[in-house]
């Protein structure tokens, strides 16, 4: 089953953990703290309103990886904070599949994108839609979108917690990607 039909067919809970998880993982960007989104995991391991939760990450992260942050690793890079900070400003308040369901899918193909911006393979290489060979940095990201979704539909809430562990890996995937980037660009003098 392709990524698509998987966010086609996933409930609520696991549209919004689709979303955050992109989020969550696209996170080095923004320079956050990744502990400012265990709040909005947290209310969808028990249910609760996440409206509050996400205006607070908003409030806390969307002032962060701006002008200096995105031009420390060129034009890729500064492109890659802006598209993560809009996945994270156009998160609905209202938790319903209905609200999250575009908001997961945009998340899903922004998270593709900002990876492929990323990925030192991809450099100079087209953006094709639907490449047969992604570059591995997008490859990678599309295995964890597909696993959290499966985590999700085949365990439901109690997928949460491994969900979460696998965001965490592309995370630290992701923060030692731009962070090689942002070391090279500085002794080439970029």
């Known amino acids: 089953m392709s990524l698509e039909e998987r966010i086609a067919r996933a409930d609520e809970r696991g549209l919004a953990a689709s979303g955050l998880a992109c989020l969550d993982r696209c996170l ?7 502990e400012l989104l265990r709040p909005l995991w947290g209310s969808l391991a028990d249910g609760s309103d996440w409206s509050a939760p996400l205006e607070k990450a908003r409030g806390a992260l969307l002032g962060l990886g701006g002008e200096e942050a ?4 060129g034009d890729g890079h500064a492109e890659a904070v802006r598209l993560v900070a809009h996945m994270l400003d156009t998160a609905p308040a209202e938790r319903t599949a209905e609200a999250v369901r575009p908001w997961a899918e945009s998340c899903s193909a922004v998270s593709l994108r900002v990876h492929r911006l990323l990925d030192p393979a991809a450099e100079g290489a087209p953006d094709p839609a639907g490449t047969e060979d992604p570059p591995p940095l997008v490859a990678a990201e599309l295995r964890r979108q597909i696993t959290v979704l499966e985590l999700l539909a085949g365990h439901g809430k109690q997928g949460l917690r491994r969900a979460l562990d696998v965001s965490g890996e592309g995370r630290r995937v992701l923060r030692a990607v731009v962070s090689r980037r942002a070391r090279g660009n500085a002794e080439s003098g970029v």
Request: aromatic share 0%.
């Open 28 to 34: 080095p960007l923004l320079d956050g703290d990744e």
């Open 70 to 73: 995105a031009g420390a690793g």
